[in-house]
Protein backbone atom coordinates (compact mmCIF):
# COMPACT_ATOMS: atom_id res chain seq x y z
CA UNK A 1 0.00 0.00 0.00
CA UNK A 2 1.28 3.25 -1.16
CA UNK A 3 1.48 5.86 1.98
CA UNK A 4 3.04 8.89 2.63
CA UNK A 5 3.81 10.12 6.11
CA UNK A 6 3.86 13.57 8.03
CA UNK A 7 6.02 14.02 10.90
CA UNK A 8 7.50 16.99 13.19
CA UNK A 9 4.52 19.00 14.39
CA UNK A 10 4.28 20.45 17.48
CA UNK A 11 3.59 23.59 19.62
CA UNK A 12 5.89 26.52 18.72
CA UNK A 13 5.99 29.97 20.19
CA UNK A 14 5.75 33.05 17.40
CA UNK A 15 8.65 33.76 15.91
CA UNK A 16 10.19 29.92 15.94
CA UNK A 17 10.79 27.21 13.83
CA UNK A 18 9.83 23.79 12.97
CA UNK A 19 10.60 20.93 10.25
CA UNK A 20 8.38 18.48 8.94
CA UNK A 21 9.35 15.78 7.17
CA UNK A 22 7.22 13.57 4.79
CA UNK A 23 8.31 10.08 4.30
CA UNK A 24 7.32 7.51 2.26
CA UNK A 25 5.98 3.98 2.63
CA UNK A 26 5.50 0.86 0.07
CA UNK A 27 6.94 3.10 -2.42
CA UNK A 28 10.11 5.36 -3.40
CA UNK A 29 9.38 8.99 -3.51
CA UNK A 30 12.15 9.65 -6.52
CA UNK A 31 9.47 10.04 -9.37
CA UNK A 32 6.99 12.18 -7.57
CA UNK A 33 6.79 15.52 -7.21
CA UNK A 34 5.70 16.20 -3.53
CA UNK A 35 3.18 18.71 -1.68
CA UNK A 36 2.61 20.42 1.16
CA UNK A 37 -0.82 21.56 2.01
CA UNK A 38 -2.32 23.03 5.08
CA UNK A 39 -5.99 23.25 6.33
CA UNK A 40 -6.71 25.73 9.71
CA UNK A 41 -9.59 25.57 11.80
CA UNK A 42 -12.60 26.56 9.67
CA UNK A 43 -10.79 26.96 6.57
CA UNK A 44 -10.12 25.45 3.11
CA UNK A 45 -7.17 23.35 2.57
CA UNK A 46 -5.03 25.17 0.68
CA UNK A 47 -1.25 24.48 -0.98
CA UNK A 48 1.70 25.73 0.54
CA UNK A 49 4.94 24.56 -1.28
CA UNK A 50 5.64 21.98 -3.50
CA UNK A 51 8.97 20.45 -5.16
CA UNK A 52 9.62 18.63 -8.48
CA UNK A 53 10.80 15.01 -8.56
CA UNK A 54 14.30 15.96 -8.67
CA UNK A 55 14.21 18.74 -6.44
CA UNK A 56 15.57 21.25 -9.58
CA UNK A 57 12.07 23.38 -9.22
CA UNK A 58 9.80 24.55 -6.02
CA UNK A 59 6.97 26.49 -5.65
CA UNK A 60 5.36 28.42 -2.75
CA UNK A 61 2.39 30.33 -1.64
CA UNK A 62 2.75 34.13 -1.16
CA UNK A 63 1.92 33.06 2.46
CA UNK A 64 5.34 31.07 3.19
CA UNK A 65 7.43 32.52 0.74
CA UNK A 66 11.11 33.62 2.65
CA UNK A 67 9.88 31.74 5.35
CA UNK A 68 9.44 28.34 4.38
CA UNK A 69 11.68 26.19 2.55
CA UNK A 70 11.04 22.38 0.91
CA UNK A 71 13.72 20.18 0.41
CA UNK A 72 14.11 16.38 -0.62
CA UNK A 73 16.70 13.77 0.02
CA UNK A 74 15.63 11.09 -2.47
CA UNK A 75 18.65 8.86 -0.63
CA UNK A 76 16.61 8.97 2.39
CA UNK A 77 13.01 8.63 0.76
CA UNK A 78 12.02 11.72 2.58
CA UNK A 79 10.33 15.28 1.99
CA UNK A 80 11.29 18.28 4.54
CA UNK A 81 9.53 21.81 4.51
CA UNK A 82 11.34 24.06 7.06
CA UNK A 83 9.27 26.77 8.33
CA UNK A 84 11.03 29.49 9.92
CA UNK A 85 9.23 32.96 11.64
CA UNK A 86 6.25 31.05 12.13
CA UNK A 87 3.33 33.39 12.59
CA UNK A 88 -0.08 32.50 14.81
CA UNK A 89 -2.14 32.41 11.02
CA UNK A 90 0.26 29.14 10.48
CA UNK A 91 -1.60 27.37 12.90
CA UNK A 92 -2.69 24.35 11.19
CA UNK A 93 -2.79 20.59 9.83
CA UNK A 94 -0.31 20.27 7.51
CA UNK A 95 -0.36 17.22 4.79
CA UNK A 96 2.55 16.17 2.09
CA UNK A 97 1.08 14.21 -1.11
CA UNK A 98 2.52 12.74 -3.67
CA UNK A 99 1.94 13.12 -7.47
CA UNK A 100 3.33 11.31 -10.43
CA UNK A 101 2.16 13.53 -13.17
CA UNK A 102 0.95 16.59 -11.71
CA UNK A 103 2.29 19.88 -10.74
CA UNK A 104 1.85 22.60 -8.34
CA UNK A 105 -0.28 23.96 -5.28
CA UNK A 106 -3.82 22.18 -6.12
CA UNK A 107 -5.04 19.51 -4.08
CA UNK A 108 -6.64 17.90 -6.76
CA UNK A 109 -3.45 17.31 -8.92
CA UNK A 110 -2.14 14.55 -6.00
CA UNK A 111 -2.95 11.10 -5.56
CA UNK A 112 -1.77 9.81 -2.26
CA UNK A 113 -2.09 11.97 0.98
CA UNK A 114 -1.10 11.20 4.82
CA UNK A 115 -3.01 11.98 7.58
CA UNK A 116 -1.47 15.46 8.63
CA UNK A 117 0.49 16.71 11.37
CA UNK A 118 -0.84 19.48 13.89
CA UNK A 119 1.62 22.78 13.80
CA UNK A 120 0.28 25.20 16.52
CA UNK A 121 1.58 28.64 16.64
CA UNK A 122 1.19 30.06 19.96
CA UNK A 123 2.54 32.08 22.79
Known amino acids: QLQVVESGGGLVQPGGSLRLSCAAS????????IGWFRQGPGKEREGVSCISSSGGSTNYADSVKGRFTISRDNAKNTVYLQMNSLKPEDTSVYYC????WGWGLVAYEYDYWGQGTQVTVSS
Open 97 to 100: AATL
Open 26 to 33: GFTLDNYA
